[in-house]
């Protein structure tokens, strides 16, 4: 059996060279427990404007077991992923982000599940007491969102997983521009698992998922794979209905019964700016879902790959 390990770089001059020698040190140990014959690193170096392409390249040419992905540009942390899952070529691929905060040690226990029969073995954080407390309270906010919105994610696991080969084949028939693996995995099915681990820091360099890129990944995830906004939207305007229908009944009421006069201002500019906000918002919640379709239906490439290296030969594709 070999063991492939995906690594998506962007800008990971700092961690590049501890990471990859720590990787490679545990996976020499779990060969020589027999936990499998042979392994491979692939390194994806998602179009990073520092020195990790050239690193990655020097990384290659020490060892055979090592293989560097360079894409035309910076495609995203997803499709980076992406990238490496389709180019390795073990028997399991397990991916993982190049700051170590997720712990390696686990990858013998995804190994151990793999051969118990888990196609797909999830890597979730127990604990996330390393991360700030802004990040914390932000990402299980997101889990707890994106259940609510219907949307089958496992709580906790972010893209460190041990996939097989046979469900890595059932990934390439996802054609998704807007890719959100989180929410693809769980569809391809089969017998799956979950190891806990606790999330350390990043051990140097500083995250590449600012707020903004957060925010829109959250996003992203939700009307990829959710039409819950779109329902709100509907029951919205059921309950403006009614409410606009008794509104009916109460002026008329007033107007028939009664010989007050209607203090009319109140009464009319009110409902024109709240049916106003809620026409527009409804528009552009509709309009996001319209733009997924838009950009969804045009079947754009997901990746460039530039050059595949390795010590034996370089390749240009
Ligand atoms: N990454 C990437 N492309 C991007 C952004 C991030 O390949 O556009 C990689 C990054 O190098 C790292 C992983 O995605 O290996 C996760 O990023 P990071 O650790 O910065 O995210 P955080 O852990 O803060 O959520
Ligand atoms: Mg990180």
Not at 96 to 101: E, F, G, H, N
Not at 243 to 267: D, E, H, Q, R
């Amino acid at each position: 059996m070999k063991v492939s390990v995906a690594i998506p770089c962007y800008n990971e001059e700092e961690v590049l060279a501890f990471t990859v020698e720590t990787i490679s040190n545990y996976l020499e140990l779990l060969k020589l427990k027999k936990l499998f014959e042979n392994f491979e690193i692939v390194l994806v170096d998602d179009g990073s404007s520092d020195k990790t392409w050239q690193l990655i390249e020097s990384f290659c040419n020490q060892s055979p077991l090592i293989k560097g992905i360079k894409l035309s540009k910076n495609m995203g942390h997803q499709n980076a992923l992406l990238s490496g899952l389709f180019n390795a070529n073990g028997d399991v691929v397990v991916s993982i982000d190049a700051d170590l905060q997720d712990d390696i040690t686990v990858i013998e226990k995804m190994i151990l599940e793999y051969n118990q029969g888990s196609h797909i073995v999830y890597g979730v954080r127990a604990k996330r007491e390393s991360d700030t407390f802004f990040k914390r309270v932000s990402a299980e906010g997101f889990y707890r969102l994106m259940s609510m919105m219907g949307v089958n994610i496992i709580f906790n696991h972010a893209d460190y997983r041990l996939m097989s080969k046979q469900a890595i084949e059932h990934l390439k028939e996802f054609q998704e521009v807007n890719l959100f693996l989180r929410g693809i995995v769980p569809l391809i099915g089969y017998k799956s698992s979950k190891v806990y681990y606790e999330r350390s820091e990043r051990f140097a360099g500083e995250s590449k998922y600012p707020l903004k890129k957060m925010l829109s990944f959250a996003w992203n995830g939700i009307t990829s794979f959710s039409v819950v906004p779109l329902r709100i939207v509907s029951i919205l305007g059921i309950f403006i209905f009614g409410f606009s229908f008794l509104m009916t009944l109460w002026v008329l009421s007033i107007k028939l019964f009664t010989n007050t006069a209607i203090p009319g201002w109140a009464s009319t500019v009110l409902p024109i700016y709240f049916i106003g906000g809620i026409q527009l918002l409804s528009l552009g919640i509709i309009g996001e879902y319209v733009g997924k379709i838009y950009s969804e239906t045009k079947q754009r490439p997901r990746y460039f790959i530039e050059k595949i290296y390795t010590q034996t030969k370089e390749k240009k594709s």
